[in-house]
């Protein structure tokens, strides 16, 4: 591996840290709330992953996923203040972000074709920075090219044709 590979490869054993100080502070979270749910913990790429699950109801997610996106900031700068290093954590709680994945993929490829076939470009409604960028793959590997415009909260991804 080259020098510029190493500093590119992530840290796994960083990654692995920062998962276990996310993992302790989101469960006591849970207890503060007297909230039952199991943790998990994974490396996928270059982030780590903390998942909740097991839990009853949806109150940790909220509306449009709002109070998870709270919670994960809160968690990144908890792993922040005890690393000293920016956090790209992942959290994710009753599997609603792989459920959110799987339907934005779907969205990306059906309006990517709506595209192709319209050759005109298609703007979407305001997204966060996670569902843009299931977007653009999306979009990507159906050959065609997509842009983020405006700005924060209201950021959203047009779909150009080729």
Do not use: C
């Not at 909230?35 to 009853?56: Q, T, W």
């Not at 997610?61 to 996106?69: A, K």
């Not at 966060?128 to 090219?145: C, M, N, Q, S, Y």
């Amino acid at each position: 591996m080259t020098e510029a590979e190493q500093e590119k490869a992530p840290d796994i054993n960083a990654l692995e840290q920062e998962g276990e100080i996310a993992a302790d502070y989101v469960e006591g979270l849970l207890d503060i709330a007297d909230i039952d749910g199991d943790i998990d913990m994974d490396v996928e790429g270059d982030r780590a992953m903390v998942s909740v699950v097991g839990l009853k109801g949806n109150e940790l997610v909220g509306p449009g996923g709002e109070v998870l996106e709270a919670l994960q900031e809160l968690t990144r700068l908890a792993v922040h203040r005890q690393t000293g290093e920016r956090s790209r954590l992942m959290l994710d709680v009753g599997g609603y972000r792989e459920r959110r994945r799987a339907e934005l993929t779907k969205l990306g490829t059906e309006i990517a074709s709506q595209v192709k076939d319209a050759g005109e470009p298609k703007s979407l409604h305001p997204m966060t920075p996670f569902e843009r960028k299931i977007v653009h793959d999306a979009v990507a590997a159906a050959g065609l090219r997509s842009e983020s415009e405006g700005e924060e909260p209201h950021r959203y991804v047009v779909v150009l044709p080729a």
